[in-house]
């Protein structure tokens, strides 16, 4: 059967399958006659007349008991606003662990009260509100259940925190305007709420989530209802900025002065759909990129931050199924071949920007669609034409968590019409049973030049659950596939992958602090497409999960790597003959308790590295003296001995950074990142205001150095950018 051919039977499949359905909790909106006034206290008279969510549940670490604490949760709305409070009672309340402010904070090392929106109540897609005892804010937009998260979504909300004696509590509010939905009366949305104990290291749910997914399995949340939408009115949003840098590269004395301004425009076509427009968008604010060792001939990845690609992104998302576990882990998408990287448009290979005179994205739902369509104009440079990139991405509901899409994208260079890349493929994700899910896809390439296989077909089984999880699949990329668009490490291969364990809680060891035990395997094998062997990661591993929240990992993890050309892992050591090599290595991972004062997170590997041995640490210690403060540092460091006339070598980088927060809207952070072996230190400092909704004001210093003796002159940058975001 053709691989087309057996797609769209898989979709005819999923077309087919039954909309599960289960009895489901609910809570009552009660519109607000008067203003609600954010002070975290809740004593306005809709929360006396509002019926509280109540009857949390464990997830965490006594799935399905009653919480240890009460909470209640109560609905509210008005004409432009959508408000919640909750009240999270503890009898401990002093032992309440509040470790960060920033914006979009760590929850799982601190107590937390969680809020998911789903908006369209097609169980799959929503927005997530965070706050902790301290008032500070993390928003996200999920994709699929967590297929793809978006953690750098931002939203027009706010939030008010009270401490009391016996807890604390929480009021938000979210302007409507923020939200896509469709407009109406008595409207039925899909909600859930979870909250966090760290003290007890307590996770429970109002609507109960088994401790296998974490709050983001929106197939599993309960409905409010009663609200009442109101018109959709224009929802126009301007945002302007204004850029002041100066900049001396390295080695240059004389200093480059430059103004800018740019515009940013956010439209709601329709409740569903937002049209986002750009003009010669700057992403100067942006945090550096953390330098990594490589001891690889591929490329390495690094995630996307600029604020133009992030709303809405979870549509363009092709390939697996989430690993929807307990813990907020940020998701690390399938980069053996991620089919869309927006990085890909407007920065080169080297991570050197080109600008991008003009964009438009097009995303969010309409007609039982998802849709997101992006075109973006890139000016080139010396070394690289102008060049339009636009991709045109539909997904189809067909069961409740199941879905089937087509992407489609094209890079064209506007000097050369013959200068082109087109990718077009077709995708299902089905699901099975509540907890298994089959996800597939195929596409085709074409570039000029390129003739024969160009293609990458992908499918894996996944089942998730409590006590096993396990998952299999295969990935094939075509020896022509090319993709300008997207993020792949090498063509003309196989990849054949699984990922098994299973999560015994035995009583005896839970007596002595151990929670959890995970034994598990994550085998990759690469083949080229005649399945003889070029690469194969295997990781074996005992995993402890203790009862506060540290965890231990011994693993066992057999490696192989066919070189087809010399490879040289370090400026100090001689380069390694192309040719297959196969090794042994041992590692240790070990991460105390995160929410401490001092945490420490380190990984050990020892054994043997290509023809030679290997001592590797990556390790990070924190300090955290209360939740305005956090300070870091941390060490990646490999040392080798290779079987060559000159095989010794140590790579390293030291990282450092230090974070204040003076507000929940004003802080600074600084990371500094030295590699020994170049005698380079690279330090960025970025401080950051948010003066209005949406508005920041960014001040960012850049500092490039080599500490060597007759160095060049040190390159810096100070830069000031201010945007103003106005609502119509």
Known sequence: MRPWSALLLLALVGAALPAQSTARREISALRTPTPIRLDGILDEEVWTRATAATGFVQSEPREGEPATERTEVWVAFDAENLYIAAFMHDAAAARAIVNDIRKDFREDDQDDFEVILDTFRDRRNGYVFITNPAGGRVDRQISNEGREINSSWDAIWDVRTARRDDGWTAEMVIPFRTLRFEPGEDQRWGINFARRIRHKNEITFWSPVPRAFNLMRLSLAGDVVGLEMPSAGRDLRVKPY?????????????????????????????????????????????????????????????????????????????GDAARNNRVFVPATPDDDNLLFFSRR?????????????????????????????????????????DNNYSVIRLRRNVALGSDVGVLLMQRQSTEDGGDYNRVAGVDANIRFFRRLDWNSYVVGTRTPGLSGGQYAARTSLNWEGNFFHGKGGVLSLGEDFNNDLGFYRRVGVKKWFTDIGIRPRPEVLRRHGIRELHPHIVWDYFTDQQNHLVQKRLHTGQSFFFENGAVVELSYNPSFNLLSRPL??????????????????????VNSDQSRMFALSTRYVWGELYNGT????NSTLTYRPNYRVRLSAGVQRTAGDLALADGKFVNS????????????????????????????????????????????????????????????????????????????
Do not use: C
Request: glycine residues 8%; without cysteine; charged residues 20%.
């Open 653 to 728: 980088f030291w990282t450092t950074r230090a974070n204040y927060s003076f507000s929940p809207r004003m802080f600074i952070d600084a990371l500094s990142q030295y590699d020994p072996t170049s005698k380079q230190l690279n330090a960025n400092v970025r401080f950051n205001f948010l003066h209005h909704p949406l508005s920041d004001l960014f001040i960012v210093y850049n500092d490039q150095r080599f500490l060597t003796p007759g160095a060049p002159v040190a390159g810096r940058s100070v830069i000031v950018k201010f945007t103003q975001m106005m609502a119509f």
């Open 345 to 385: 448009i407007g920065i080169r290979d080297d991570r050197r920007p080109l600008e991008i005179d003009a964009g438009a994205r097009l995303t969010g739902n309409a007609g039982g669609f998802g849709i997101g369509l992006i075109n973006m104009h890139v000016r080139g440079d010396a070394t690289t034409p």
């Open 242 to 318: 204004l850029l002041a840098n100066t900049v001396r590269d390295v080695g240059v004395r004389a200093y480059d002065q430059t103004f800018d301004a740019g515009l940013d425009l956010k439209f709601a076509v329709t409740r569903g759909l937002t049209l986002d427009a750009t003009v010669r968008p700057d992403f100067a604010q942006v945090e550096a990129d953390e330098q990594q060792v490589n001891l690889t001939q591929f490329a390495q990845f690094f995630p996307e931050k600029r604020e133009a690609f992030l709303e809405n992104s979870g549509i363009f998302y092709v």
């Open 568 to 589: 040289r892992l370090s400026p100090q050591a001689d380069s390694l003959p192309a040719g297959g090599y196969g090794w042994n290595e041992w590692g240790l991972l």
């Open 614 to 617: 290997q001592q590797t640490i």
